[in-house]
């Protein structure tokens, strides 16, 4: 099989780049984690570590203090603390979804990037998942959300209660991400295993590896687990962000209370997610020289689902807009108005040129093909991705139905370095992850290389 | 530390007193609040002023008994003792100035922890303001001084003594030559017999009065009118056509309990045929009168003069026999003469059923002309009486100022100061500080350590009057006995006790020394009898004096007027009033009154340089802009507040803030204006400059946050949604169209329909309340109460201005008009509680079920269950539910615990609270009525109509909230439902509300254009947020 069969058998650029054998891709991959630490991940992780000690350290003030150190007030019950968790939660469905749903839909391109994409998902969860628990009153008593059979509270909790549903939506799916996550790795960890130089990854990865052969039936058997996994969370990557908006969706704030959210929340979240991977993606291929690995043909199909989904949250913008206005309801009408030209329009302008200006530039597959573009482009959209949900939270909240209690919401230093403490948490569990865990799914890339397919049964 | 001595004969309290005086404890209470003091410095603190130790440990721990030793009352139960968990009710009285307020005080386990206005008391009938409501803080003020004070140095009571019998024999032997006593005003038997001992026993001291808020103006006017002073007493009710002139009677005038429930009796609608008087308003500022009147003439202070010579003339020119000749007047004044014909005509075609009144800052002149309006109208006897004086100590500036003079010319070489604070109140002329330097004894009772007291030789710390006998008359000349609700819980000693000490040498008790005053009033015979009944009633019966109907002398007028021209400058004024919050200053260290949104400019915490929109537009400011105001050579920076409405060119400050010695809550709060205030204008002046400075001072407003409102697209918007919430018509509009907001409230409530099957609630009780928009006047009698009641914390201003005040009723307070034209705006009040919606959208966001639905209809908080998400806080149409984002009871003084309400939770940070509908005063009566049924007492067990009445609509003055069982078809909250003005805000949303509002009905002259009405049309039943 040389280059030229390649071109003649694939209309598109090949999957992976520079025709590595099996043996290539298993050295390169996890020389990555057997090689020599480089100085600039002690570097990195040094500096991402030290912004936990900021999220620990506003964390810890805040359970002493109270939620008063935040920017919350009267009208605004809810401020970045729930902006940051819908946040988070967006980043967190590009994974699962590359995982899962481009798996099913047979999407080879995918397991260049789906490993690192799904522990971005991973951590994302983990981070959402702290604004919940440590935005109630009384942190010390959260556990009552679970519906455990207890004397002391008498009661079940209240299943009307979005926030009850947000607790199993997305312990739901951080726990079959985590799971589908964990399946995908176990050839890879059995790789590393049989490669292990030291007693401790010897150990640790034939723990991890569960006794992996990689054997015909195992083989069988891996692949239909993974096949019903994936099945599994692709109705995750769906009802998770829906439920999330019902929280919103379900109360009757104007600017809340719409029933397009759904659909605008999943399309957001899908469109924030991808933008994260590409964020990530970019630099990861850059300092582990994945370029080969990481194809600008991956980039750009990553590209097109950010202008679909770019176009899709522009399209419910405008939705929200006309239905506003087409509803007749004064307090409706106004909530809309408001956000573009109230107090909070820098907010809302950012959003849109963030959100729905940016991603145009996608059309053109010059800038498509862009390293820079690209780069520069997706983090304007983790930006105006942000902005889209302050617009929501707090410019409802903060002129709702009576005037007397509007107010205007300021966050605090501590809503700004909790914040940012979460991007540390994030970024040194990335950075463990790319360190200790193989970055790239090396079975699966195997299995999109031309010479696993030599009679071409399965061209796409 | 003498507080807890041995006079009450316990050996119990024996011993504490010796602890009480080891060295150790007089060093920590001495070190304990300078310390606190010093704390309120920094901004930040002072929302934690409750979390700040106060009184001392020892102290508190004594707190559980302190039930005086003398025979008192209970006014509705009559325990034999005092059963645990069930409170007891006392009548006593608030002494205020020139009058007082009956109060009936609930008692739990003796301590006094709730006030309400005594149903008997000819001054509160029933009803109370904010200040009666937040005396049970000042009673509990950790602040108020615990010990004498010798130069500084702590003494004891029989130090002082001694010291004064030193003095007594000189003085007793020279009548009295070199003493002199300043008080303040009263109205008080014991008061003025001591006085006249006084006078008897030293006849060339001197006495004199002063006090920096009163009536004198008014009392100097009737007397120039009629050759006597009296006072007046109102009958609002009476009259169809009222004119104020520059009078918030409603909020700062005396009797302005009386005069709201008068007011609004006069215009309350049943149906749309009942008759409703008409109020005419002419002031400088935007008071809480100006803001419920039917017609509003902005007009500077010193043009009002001007303005009722003119009303004369007009009255006169349409035939009513007013007998003053033309009255000079100096300058033109600026107003709509067809107002002032529309108003004169109106005034004519009521003779007999017409009030006007003017305002105590207004000048003795003015008060002369309207006492002759009125008597020319034949208002005399029929809407206004009049009340000679009796056992009253007149309020007299001039008094005050020949004490200066005498202590100047070394006439006064010893001067007690019986209450009062006059180095921070007086007159910025009168220099105080130095004339007390310059005695050799000053002596100064008083409740707090305060500026006068630092600077006193002796400092006597003086008696709360809940803890102290006293006896007090209100206007009408009814007689009360101020009783005691708790032994001296510092210590302390009354006026009363104090002027006796003076003239006797010896300590006298202030019950011997009421009933020595009593004992002649009610007879020797059966004394014991009627003494008890006076204390179980409040008051005395038929002691009010027959009223005067005084003749009018229009020579003295004229003469006067000719000493005393009217005269109108052009140019910018200043006009001083009195705080809402801290009155004159006094109830400076109150939490709860400085962090009570004022009724009009939503500030707390602070006073400002108030102005109307135009006048802030011509000198370039905007809110919270520093100015520097300089007037007379005197100087003060202040920041700007815009109050639109406000006469143009009319800068108002408020009296009263700025203490330095008022204690951790008051110290430095706001800007003190005194120091512009001169004796000449004690009240207004022209000759006011406003200087603009850079910068900006932080104000914490509960409403119109940082201005917003100034926005065009809100300010737009809120024009645009207010007919939707507060819904307002005219009179005539209504009488025309009487259903139309029935009409609306049912077409909400077609199409607000459930996708299920609602519980029906139509067993058993079922709460539910009804606010009449057309009563409120904006007082916020019932936010204090609601503090008191159910223990809401202080917060303080970093709070407030974050946008987390926790009251659970707040009056939101609108402008309708044209946003273009700020002036020209009404003004609408709306209490706002919670809901109680039966549809409740707190409800179902819950995820911990933490709040409820009862059975009979109560949105119930279950601060166990609560976890403290926030989520029912967003989803509240109302957003009155208020969270604890810090734990803001943390370390409230012992001391201040006294007074919180036993049947109420105290709540945690982190947890969710809102109005409850008073649900413990529900569960007490239900158990009473069970308790009563089982005893054989009552012959069923169900609450009657009128036996629940939650705590706003106790206070409420003007009887606007009306609460009870909705399911009862014969209750008052039914009846007031089914007016044909009721509504439910916010109906449109099917959350089913249970609180319920009465639209609000103006009253405007046909003749004269109303202003900015929000227009109420037939098809406004499609209005709302529908179509």
């Given amino acids: 099989m040389d280059a030229v069969t390649a071109e003649k058998t694939h209309v598109d650029a090949p999957l992976i780049q520079g025709n590595p054998t099996f043996h290539d891709v298993s050295e390169k991959i996890s020389s990555l984690i057997e090689g020599k630490t480089p100085p600039l991940w002690f570097i990195a992780i040094g500096l991402s570590s030290s912004i936990v000690l900021l999220l620990l350290g506003s964390v810890g003030y805040l359970l002493w203090e109270g939620l008063g150190i935040w920017g919350l007030q009267n009208p605004n019950g809810w401020g970045w603390a729930i902006v940051n968790f819908v946040f988070w939660v967006g980043i967190g469905h590009a994974g699962t979804l590359i995982s899962a749903i481009l798996f099913l839909l047979r999407q080879k391109w995918r397991t260049s990037i789906n490993r690192f994409a799904e522990a971005m998902t991973l951590f994302a969860v983990i981070c959402a998942g702290l604004f919940p628990a440590i935005h109630v009153g009384r942190i010390w008593l959260i556990y009552w959300i679970f519906p455990y059979p207890t004397q002391y509270l008498s009661m079940w909790p209240n299943f009307r209660s979005p926030l009850l549903w947000d607790a199993f939506a997305v312990g739901t799916y951080f726990t079959v991400s985590c799971l589908f996550w964990y399946v995908g790795l176990i050839p890879d960890l059995a790789t590393l295993r049989d490669r292990a130089t030291t007693k401790i990854r010897k150990v640790l990865f034939g723990i991890f590896a569960l006794g992996w052969r990689g054997g015909n039936k195992q083989w069988k058997h891996y692949e239909l687990a993974y096949l019903l996994l994936a099945g599994l969370s692709t109705p995750l990557v769906l009802s998770v962000h829906s439920i999330v908006s019902t929280d919103f969706a379900v109360s009757i704030i104007p600017g809340w209370h719409t029933t397009i959210f759904p659909p605008y929340f999943v399309a957001g979240a899908i469109f924030s997610g991808f933008a994260m991977v590409m964020t990530l993606g970019i630099i990861t291929r850059k300092i582990f020289g994945l370029e080969d690995y990481i194809t600008i043909r991956h980039l750009e199909n990553m590209n097109k689902i950010m202008l679909l989904t770019g176009m899709m949250v522009g399209y419910a913008y405008g939705c929200e807009f006309f239905i506003a206005w087409y509803s007749g309801n004064e307090f409706e009408r106004f909530a809309f108005i408001n956000r573009a030209f109230g107090p909070y329009w820098w907010a809302y302008w950012s959003m849109i040129s963030c959100n729905v200006l940016v991603p145009q530039l996608f059309w053109f597959k010059k800038l498509r093909r862009s390293i820079p573009v690209m780069f520069v482009a997706s983090i304007f959209i983790n930006i105006g991705m942000w902005f889209e949900r302050f617009v929501i939270v707090i410019t409802s909240l903060s002129r709702d139905f009576l005037p007397s209690s509007w107010d205007y919401y300021r966050p605090t230093i501590f809503d700004v370095t909790t914040f940012i403490g979460t991007f540390g948490l994030f970024l040194t569990l990335f950075l463990l992850f790319v360190r200790f865990l193989p970055v790239i799914a090396m079975a699966e890339v195997k299995g999109v290389l031309p010479q696993a397919d030599p009679h071409h049964h399965d061209t796409h | 530390m003498s507080s807890i001595d041995g006079k009450n004969g316990k050996q119990y309290w024996r011993s504490l007193d010796q602890l009480a005086d080891s060295p150790e404890f007089r060093q920590f209470t001495e070190r304990e609040f300078p310390e606190g003091a010093s704390e309120m410095t920094d901004p930040v603190t002072r929302r934690t002023f409750l979390k700040l130790m106060g009184a001392s440990a020892a102290l508190a721990g004594l707190t559980g008994c302190r039930r005086p030793v003398e025979k008192i009352i209970p006014y509705v139960v009559q325990p034999e003792e005092v059963i645990p968990g069930i409170p007891n009710y006392y009548a006593t009285a608030m002494p205020f100035g020139t009058g007082a307020y009956g109060l009936v005080v609930e008692n739990h386990e003796g301590r006094p922890t709730k006030i309400e206005g005594n149903p008997k008391h000819p001054s509160s009938l029933g009803g109370s303001n904010a200040f009666m409501q937040a005396q049970i803080l000042g009673l509990y003020d950790p602040d108020r001084s615990q010990r004498v004070l010798h130069k500084g140095v702590s003494k004891k009571w029989s130090d002082f003594t001694a010291a004064w019998r030193e003095l007594y024999p000189k003085f007793v032997e020279n009548q009295g030559k070199g003493l002199a006593i300043l008080s303040e005003s009263f109205a008080s038997p014991t008061m003025a017999r001591l006085k006249a001992e006084f006078e008897a026993m030293f006849p060339q001291a001197v006495w004199a009065t002063y006090e920096p808020v009163t009536d004198e103006t008014l009392f100097e006017g009737i007397e120039i009118a009629t050759g006597q002073a009296y006072q007046p007493r109102y009958h609002f009710d009476k009259a169809d056509v009222v004119l104020s002139v520059d009078a918030d009677f409603t909020l700062m005038e005396s009797e302005n309990v009386v005069n709201a429930r008068g007011f609004i009796a006069g215009r309350r609608l049943k149906t749309e045929h009942d008759p409703m008087n008409r109020l005419y308003m002419v002031e400088s500022m935007y008071t809480a009168t100006g803001a419920v009147a039917d017609h509003r003439l902005r007009l500077q202070s010193s043009q009002i003069g001007a303005f009722v010579a003119a009303l004369a003339q007009e009255l006169q020119a349409q035939g009513v026999p007013v007998s003053l000749d033309a009255i000079p007047v100096d300058g033109t004044a600026h107003f709509d003469k067809k107002w002032l014909e529309a108003l004169a005509k109106d005034l004519a075609h009521a003779p007999g059923k017409c009030l006007i009144v003017a305002g105590r800052r207004q000048s003795p002149a003015v008060h002369a002309m309207v006492f002759a309006l009125n008597t020319a109208l034949g208002n005399i006897g029929q809407t206004v009486d009049y009340y000679p004086f009796q056992d009253v100590e007149r309020p007299r500036l001039s008094s005050f100022t020949d004490l200066l003079a005498k202590i100047g010319n070394q006439d006064v070489n010893t001067l007690v100061m019986l209450g009062g604070n006059p180095v921070y109140d007086a007159p910025a002329d009168m220099d105080m500080t130095r004339a007390l330097k310059s005695l050799q004894h000053s002596i100064h009772l008083s409740s707090h350590v305060n500026e006068t007291s630092k600077l006193a030789e002796w400092h006597l710390p003086q008696t709360h009057f809940l803890e102290a006998w006293g006896d007090v008359r209100a206007v009408d000349g009814t007689l009360s006995v101020v009783q005691p609700m708790i032994a001296p819980l510092f210590g302390a000693k009354s006026a009363i006790e ?8 010896k300590d006298g008790r202030g019950y011997d020394l009421v009933r020595a005053t009593w004992l002649p009033r009610l007879g020797e015979l059966d004394f014991e009898q009627h003494w008890r009944k006076v204390l179980h009633e409040g008051v005395l019966e038929n002691s009010a004096a027959t009223p005067v109907v005084p003749g009018l002398n229009s020579e003295s007028i004229r003469a006067y007027l000719q000493d005393h021209p009217i005269v109108v400058k052009s140019g910018m004024e200043i006009v001083f009033y009195a705080s809402p919050a801290t009155f004159d200053g006094r109830f400076a260290n109150n939490g709860w009154l400085q962090e009570l949104p004022d009724s009009m400019t939503k500030l707390t915490w602070d006073n400002a340089a108030l102005m109307s929109a135009t006048t802030a537009k011509e000198l370039g400011v905007e809110n919270e802009n520093w100015v520097e105001l300089s007037y007379r050579g005197k100087r003060l920076k202040m920041p700007v507040w815009v109050m639109p409405g406000m006469a143009d060119k009319s800068v108002a400050v408020a009296l009263g803030y700025g203490r330095e010695a008022a204690g951790r809550v008051g110290d430095r709060v706001g800007f003190n204006t005194y120091r512009l205030r001169t004796s000449q204008a004690l009240h207004f002046d022209q000759g006011l400059s406003v200087t603009k400075l850079p910068g900006t001072y932080e104000m914490a407003c509960t409403q119109d946050h940082h201005g917003m409102d100034t926005e065009k697209l809100a300010a737009d918007q809120i024009q645009k949604r207010l007919p939707m919430l507060i819904r307002e018509m005219t009179l005539s509009d209504y009488q025309h169209h009487p259903d139309q907001i029935k009409r609306i409230k049912e077409h909400d409530r077609q199409i607000a329909k459930s996708l299920w099957k609602e519980p029906s609630y139509d067993e058993g009780y079922q709460w539910g309340m009804v606010i009449d928009l057309n009563a409120c006047v904006g007082c916020n009698a019932c936010t ?56 409740a959208p707190c ?62 939770t105290v709540r945690f940070r982190g947890v969710m609270e809102k109005c409850t509908y008073c649900t413990q005063r529900i569960n007490y009566t239900r158990i009473k009525v069970k308790n009563e049924f089982r005893n054989g007492t009552r012959p069923d067990q169900h609450i009657h109509d009128g036996e629940v009445v939650s705590a706003c609509q106790q206070a409420c003055p003007t009887q606007a909230i009306t609460f009870g069982n909705i399911n009862d078809p014969q209750s008052q909250v039914t009846q007031m439902k089914a007016i044909n003005r009721d509504y439910e805000m916010l109906a449109e949303l099917n959350i089913k509300p249970r609180t319920s509002y009465l639209a609000k009905v103006r009253n405007p002259n046909p003749e004269l254009e109303p202003v900015a009405v929000p227009p109420t049309t037939d098809d406004d039943h499609s209005g709302g947020s529908h179509h």
């Fill in chain 2, 843 to 904: 409800e179902q966001v819950c995820p911990f079920a933490a709040t409820m639905h009862d059975k009979e209809g109560l949105n119930v908080m279950v601060y166990n269950r609560c976890v403290g998400t926030r989520y029912c806080l967003d989803n509240c149409p109302y957003k009155v539910r208020r969270f604890n984002f810090f734990n803001y009871t943390k370390a409230t003084p012992e001391i201040v615990k006294m007074g919180m309400n036993p049947d109420v």
């Fill in chain 2, 784 to 839: 204090i109460a609601c503090q008191s009641e159910n223990n809401i914390p202080v917060v303080g201003k970093t709070e407030v201005r974050r946008g987390r005040e926790m009251h659970w009723i707040r009056i939101d307070r609108y402008f309708t008009g044209n946003p273009e034209k700020p002036d020209d705006a009404e003004m609408v009040y709306q209490p706002v509680a919670c809901h109680h919606c039966e549809n």
């Fill in chain 2, 498 to 505: 104090v002027l006796s000490l003076l003239i006797t040498g």
